[in-house]
């Protein structure tokens, strides 16, 4: 326990922004380069690059396509690039601070429509400090093939190497030996607390409306916090801001539509200032299972499918009070909605969803001084309701957290580029609501348990030139939290460096230390999720992790290549699972239910990419260990009596190899492969015979070993995709047919495995069979994309 800090920090941090503004900080002869990189139609090129190719001098534009260069005074010749778009040259006569807008148009010879992605240049990442740092083009996503052909941002991220999957056809992500609560994913920085539908199957991001993902595995810059294995940044596209644009796909499974357009009234040879997208998906199992159940009402051996149906919707706007403000504002709704209603009166309806809105100020100073300034909303609904003749009951969790953070970038000089900023969260937890009792109102009876929490950080960081040769970077966050009388306090620094041993080889070293706050309280043993957060708060403590990693990068090929070897160790401390019976709905007393333990995470990751020329794709092989270990405590034997076991999600090898091939202009072909080790498990080792005093049968009772002693069978699949640009007509200026096999060789890998019994011709049990249960075979499916 310590004394948890207090919002005053923000007054420190104010005064250190009025300093930071002040002028005169730039020294010698030079002049800023700023302003921004968008598309002809006016959206924002995040990651683009703008460069000085005489000085080696170049910077990549933010999230908002900003940039900000500072040059020596005099005429230089100024080049913007971007993947998928024509390079830009431009003579500046850079005589004083000047601010300028690039458009640059999309390459004549790209396939798919016209998708605004987050794409960065292997020189970029060659460069940059960080380590463990996916960025995952949308472009690449929607040419990959897919099951059932939804485009689908995490199973993408799965391919990565580090990133395990929770299973078959799971999007839930498992990074670099950390369990998959304890991801961070962000929404334009609105935190999403389940980004899954269908029960983990698909992930909630719409890839229509995404602009831009990125992935940290290690080396987590400062500015976020809250948890400890990995964060998933997911910026949403703001819309064009030229002309009104539509946007769909017919798919097997579900169907989406994306509008777009400028919002006022377009200057001059200037686009409009303002900009809107909607985008909306839905699928529609629900209508067939109903007609099918419909056409069946009338036999009473008929056993009824489950109704269930996901959607959701992405809206953002932004427009642009002047030269220096601009205001954005991102909304998200969506709902899992599942059903079963049988001939006996037996009637269940389970739904889940997030809901989520940001308003977001960004203001610019000057040149070098940027500030955002956002407010955000947070909630996640979960529900269950059962009914039974005359009885029925309702169950369920939420989570709702209020947000207001501060995010400054600064620019004093060439060599320096700092951030800086400060965020504050309340939680609200619905920990568990029942309500239950009769239709007659005779019986009623409810429980509600309710806890609040307040989460603040505070932060810095500066990625330092030091020589050409050495980039530093160095952050520091202090975090802290508070749950009625209960508080808590962590200072968690973040370190980083880059070291070029020539032009195309950097040495670079990471390390972190995090703290998370909040904990996903689930039964793995229940048929469907049961989702809890909870607080840190009397004996449950916060989670604490540290990871250290190093690695080498190579450049080669002629830039086309790029080769990275990662190595890290990952060590946490607190973490969190359940008593064997544990209660965990509608429990006053549920910090009783914890178990703590340690976990460590080592591997060794090597990954080859490609991201120009028609053939482009990349190669990832990670061999890694996880393990935990939970003592003796509470009155219990801990788990595994102590011993160390591996989790669920340990895998030993893991091999994905991704290849994209534009055979022509308008045909593209893809293919990926997926290798893993097979995923630890727990069987019974024998059987015993039991027999009660009565003298009735004997039943079998399953003998366990140590948790996880066993591996099911490896995982292997091959995916196959064809995309074929269709010719562009008077109504759809561009549409494709995406074709893709799912598991093309059919391949069944094991969901999980069961003990089957056999017997004899007497009808007597004489041994138990296991049995292989597999979730899908090989799976066709085409879907229709179009833009007009």
């Known amino acids: 326990m310590s004394v948890f800090f207090l919002p005053r920090t923000l007054g420190l941090f104010c005064l250190l922004l009025t300093l930071l503004a002040r002028p005169g900080w730039a020294q010698g002869p030079r002049h800023t380069l700023s302003g921004t990189v968008r598309t002809a139609a006016g959206e924002a090129l995040p990651g683009a690059t703008v460069a000085v190719p005489a000085l080696s001098a170049g910077v990549a534009a933010d999230e908002q396509g900003a940039f900000s260069l500072s040059l020596p005074a005099g005429r230089h010749q100024v080049v913007v690039s971007f993947i998928g778009y024509q390079s830009f040259t431009r003579e500046v006569n850079l005589n004083r601070d000047q601010r300028l807008s690039f458009s640059l148009s999309e390459n004549g010879n790209e396939l798919g429509e016209v998708v605004v992605e987050g794409s960065v240049s292997l020189e970029q990442k060659l460069k940059s400090t960080q380590m463990g740092v996916e960025s995952l083009s949308i472009r690449e996503a929607k040419l990959l093939p897919a099951l ?30 950390g369990s998959s609560d304890q991801n961070l994913v962000l929404v334009d920085n609105a935190l999403v607390y389940n980004p899954n539908h269908l029960f983990g199957l698909f992930s909630v991001f719409n890839s229509d409306a995404v602009q831009s993902v990125d992935l940290y595995k290690s080396g987590f810059p400062a500015q976020f916090g809250g948890r400890l294995s990995s964060v998933v940044d997911v910026k949403l596209r703001a819309g064009s801001r030229e002309k009104i644009g539509v946007t769909g796909g017919i798919g097997l499974i579900s169907s989406r539509l994306t509008v777009e357009g400028p ?9 409009a200032k303002g900009s809107f997208i909607v985008s909306g998906r839905r699928t529609y199992f629900d209508v067939f299972t109903r007609a099918i159940n419909r056409r069946n009402a009338g036999d009473e051996s008929y056993q009824p499918i489950p109704d269930y149906f996901f959607y959701d919707l992405n809206a953002k706007a932004s427009y642009r009070l002047g030269d220096q403000d601009e205001v954005f504002a991102t ?46 909303v947070t ?13 029925s009951f309702n169950l369920g969790s939420t989570i709702r957290d209020y947000t207001g953070r501060v995010d400054v970038d600064w620019l004093p000089n060439d060599r320096h580029s700092l951030k800086l900023g400060a965020v504050l969260t309340q939680h ?30 505070l932060y810095v960081s500066d990625n330092f030139r030091a020589t050409d040769k050495l980039q530093l970077e160095g952050g520091l966050r202090l975090s802290g939290f508070q749950s009625g009388s209960d508080r808590y306090i962590g200072l968690e620094p973040r370190a980083a460096a880059r070291y070029a041993l020539t032009a195309n080889t950097s040495l670079k070293l990471n390390y972190a230390l995090m703290y998370q706050y909040v904990h996903l309280v689930t039964n793995s043993g229940a048929t469907l999720p049961t989702d809890i957060w909870y607080p840190s708060r009397l004996s449950v403590k916060p989670q604490r992790s540290q990871q250290v990693s190093t690695g080498v990068s190579f450049l080669l090929g002629g830039g086309r290549f790029l080769l990275t070897d990662e190595v890290y160790y990952k060590w946490g401390t607190n973490q969190i699972d ?27 990751e090597i990954y080859l990419e490609k991201k120009t020329g028609r053939t482009t794709g990349w190669l990832g092989y990670t061999l890694a260990w996880t393990t935990r270990r939970f003592p003796p405590q509470r009155g219990t034997t801990g788990i595994n ?82 995309v074929w640009k269709l010719k562009p007509t008077r109504l759809f200026s561009t549409s494709d047919l995406t074709f893709s096999v799912y598991n093309a060789y059919n391949r069944r890998n094991a969901y999980f495995i069961f003990f089957d019994t056999v017997k004899d011709a007497n009808d007597q049990i004489v041994d ?15 879907t229709y994309n179009f833009h007009f």
Do not use: C, M
């Not at 100020?361 to 040149?367: K, R």
């Not at 909630?379 to 009885?391: E, H, I």
């Open 331 to 376: 909304g998200y709704l969506g709902r899992d909605v599942f059903g079963f209603a049988s001939p006996n009166s037996f009637n269940f309806d389970f739904n889940w969803g997030n809901t989520l809105g940001v308003v977001r100020w960004q203001h610019t100073f000057n040149p070098k001084l940027i500030a955002n300034t956002s407010v955000s």
């Open 428 to 457: 609200r937890f619905g920990v568990g609501r029942l309500q239950a009792g009769s239709q007659d109102n005779r019986i009623s009876f409810g429980a509600d348990v309710r806890y609040r929490g307040e989460e603040a950080g």
């Open 148 to 177: 059932f052909g939804e485009v689908d941002i995490l199973k993408t991220l799965q391919l990565k190497p580090g990133v395990q999957n929770g299973g078959e056809g799971t999007s839930g992500l498992f990074v670099r030996g």
């Open 641 to 722: 009596r102590g011993e160390a076991y591996f989790p669920s999600y340990d895998r030993r090898h893991n091999l994905t190899a991704v290849l994209i091939h534009n055979l022509t202009e308008r045909v593209s072909l893809t293919a990926s492969f997926v290798y893993a080790s097979g995923a630890p498990t727990t069987l019974p080792l024998g059987r015993f015979a039991y027999q009660d005093v009565g003298g009735t049968a004997p039943q079998a009772v399953p003998v366990y070993p140590d948790r996880n002693t066993y591996r099911l069978i490896p995982y292997h699949r091959l995916d196959l995709g064809l």
């Open 768 to 782: 138990f069979k296991a049995q292989q249960v597999s979730l899908f075979p090989v799976i066709p499916s085409v």
């Open 578 to 604: 359940f008593k064997d019976g544990a209660q965990l709905f509608v429990n006053q007393e549920l910090d009783g239910e914890f178990l703590f333990g340690k976990g460590q995470s080592y591997g060794n």
């Open 263 to 271: 919002l006022g009234r377009a200057e001059a040879g200037a686009p």
């Open 379 to 391: 909630d996640y609904q979960y529900q269950l309701t059962n009914k039974l003749d005359q009885f």
